[in-house]
């Protein structure tokens, strides 16, 4: 049993003492209707302590009235029951609460919520987005209508249903918070690959140019716009727009070479990769820009200009995949016996190098072969970066 869920469960039973402790002061005890509560919280606390958790939350339920003063701890003990994985039980104590007449606007409001939180535990989106937007509509308490409007928020991002997103999250959420600016950025970039598949560039700039204003540090952005430009053969532009990337983000330069290569190709301008090359190695040095360097270094002067240039980079910056790209020089010379020798060498940098992962979440650590916008175990954009550094791009 997770230890802050043992803390939770440990503040409602003295919530719950409390509360008993202080009705049982308050009347006669002879003529008391109820002998029986104060023995039904030692049980329920018994059972805590003795690691029986759910036998503890259905005592302490049992032996609490419903009245004004028990509503936080019921709701309390509900949410108890779906941070324990029983969302459907959770339901049923919310339910069983939203049912009382005696619940003031702000609880009935505070019910609600948390019933919401149960829906979408239990993935029925239909029924917390229902709950959800009568809240946003009617709750005269702006804390509650903000988190009512955070996971409408988190249920669209579920339905990929972006534009929703955005409404709901202008301009509050995202004026008040980063991380639903980054999110929103990336809502915008969605939307604009839709619209370049249903062939619609124009209102794909449009939302990225939006999305730009939201977060100009979204590297998303700038990929999309030298697509576009890509795709309809504009290669200078792309250049030009893929340059931007590590000034906003230089964790994000690895992404850029292989277009920038590429493209410049496509311009049959050797030289105008070379200095782009040259400028971004000054700008954020980096093992995949000095190997694509160096390889132009090797097609313009041969192998012992790229080899000289190689070794001195990694007298500075050890890497792996330079090590592996020097043996690949050193190998064209060599005779049979050598050719042998660095043969088994590379057997073993191969491995090294299709065993790691070449990107990682900053947030989380999830680490995979591909760069995810979004990243599949926290859910949170932008936070998946190509790793760098000895063992790195
Ligand atoms: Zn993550």
Redesign the pocket.
């Known amino acids: 049993m997770p230890d802050l869920l043992l803390l939770a469960l440990l503040l409602a039973a003295v919530a719950i003492g409390w509360w008993l402790g202080r009705r049982e002061r308050g009347k006669d005890v002879f003529t008391s209707q109820q002998p029986s509560l104060s023995r039904d919280y030692f049980v329920g606390l018994n059972y805590l302590l003795n690691e029986q958790p759910d036998r503890a939350i259905e005592t302490f339920v049992a032996a609490l009235e419903v009245n004004s003063d028990t509503i936080e701890t019921h709701i309390t003990l509900g949410n108890l029951f779906r941070l324990r994985g029983e969302a459907d039980r959770a339901v049923k104590i919310h339910q069983n609460l939203l049912a009382r007449p005696s619940l003031s606007a702000v609880q009935s409001n505070q019910v609600q919520l948390e019933l919401s939180r149960d829906f979408l535990h239990l993935g029925l989106l239909d029924r917390a987005e229902r709950l959800l937007q009568t809240l946003v509509r009617d709750t005269h308490d702006e804390d509650l209508r903000e988190s009512a409007k955070r996971l409408l928020v988190d249920l669209f991002e579920q339905e990929q249903e972006w534009q929703a997103a955005l409404e709901v999250a202008q301009p509050t959420l995202i004026s008040r918070y980063q991380d639903t600016r980054r999110a929103a950025a990336h809502w915008l970039c969605e939307l604009a690959e839709q619209d370049l598949r249903s062939a619609s560039p124009a209102l794909a700039r449009k939302r990225l140019r939006q999305a730009l204003s939201i977060d100009e540090h979204c590297v998303r952005v700038n990929w999309l716009l030298a697509k576009i430009e890509h795709d309809t053969g504009h290669y200078k532009a792309e250049i030009r727009i893929l340059k931007r990337i590590p000034h906003q983000d230089r964790d994000f330069a690895p992404i850029i070479l292989e277009p920038l290569r590429n493209a410049y190709q496509l311009l049959d301008d050797e030289n105008g990769l070379e200095t782009a090359l040259r400028e971004l190695i000054d700008l954020t040095p980096f093992t995949s820009a000095v190997i694509m360097l160096a390889e132009t270094l090797q097609r313009r002067e041969g192998n012992d200009a790229a080899a000289a240039f190689i070794s001195e980079q990694l007298a500075t910056a050890p890497s792996l995949r330079g090590v592996d790209y020097l043996m690949d020089l050193y190998r064209q010379k060599a005779d049979t016996e050598e050719r042998n020798r660095i043969d088994l060498l590379k057997r073993h940098t191969h491995t090294l190098l299709e065993a790691r992962p070449r990107h990682r ?6 680490a995979g072969a591909q760069l995810h916008w979004r ?6 954009w932008g ?2 970066k190509p790793i760098t550094g000895i063992e790195g791009e």
């Not at 979440?361 to 999830?366: A, K, L, P, V």
């Open positions: 979440c900053r947030r989380c650590g999830f990243c599949p175990s926290c859910r949170s936070t998946t």
